[in-house]
């Protein structure tokens, strides 16, 4: 007789049946897709999305390649945000105390 295979989920540390808890990306994908740069914010809700449905179909793999694809345009929309709100109060503020 043949041992039948467990179907219980296993996380990375050997422990069988706990379900490992994955952080959720979406509020900070929300923000920043209102408050600094929308082309990419959509991005990053998109792959926010995509972490929800690998959790959902228990695809390990797809869902820590989609929470590093979340995580990184979180941050470039993040950080082009800050870019583009710096340079224009720079240019506002240029014109203001530097005009002739």
Partial sequence: MQPTPSTSTASSNGSVGKKRHVHYYMMPAIFVTLFCFWPTGIMAIMKVTDIDDARRRGDAIYLQTS???????????FLFGVVVVSSVFLVIGWQIFLKP
Avoid: S
Wanted: aromatic share 10%; no cysteine.
């Fill in 67 to 77: 929470k590093t694809a979340a995580k990184k345009w979180i941050g470039i929309t």
